[in-house]
């Protein structure tokens, strides 16, 4: 899967979960503060990781939260730094 469609699957699961629409991920940051919204995006990408056959991917995830809360791409970030760490890095594909 490339890092650009998990990016935007993960954009996606984010926004469900939080009850907001994609767009408004940087507002939901802002208005709960981060260390709220890294709880419920770890949560919403280790499910999300899990549900993909890629558990072993899932403990990128706290680090790759903590990385994308500075950036307004929060799940493109998430895919980036999850493709850091898999099997092949840097391939600009999530290797499950």
Not at 39 to 53: D, E, H, M, P, Q
Not at 57 to 76: C, F, P, R
């Amino acid at each position: 899967m490339s890092t650009r469609w998990a990016g935007t699957m993960l954009d996606v699961a984010i926004g469900l979960a939080i009850g907001v629409g994609v767009g408004a991920i940087a507002g939901y940051i802002r208005s709960k503060g981060k260390k709220e919204a890294a709880r419920v995006f770890s949560r919403t990408v280790k499910s999300r990781l899990i549900a993909w056959g890629a558990p072993k991917l899932a403990w990128a995830v706290g680090v790759s939260v903590t990385v994308a809360l500075t950036y307004s791409d929060v799940g493109g970030m998430i895919a980036k730094q999850i493709d850091k760490r898999d099997k092949k890095k840097n391939n600009g594909y999530i290797d499950i």
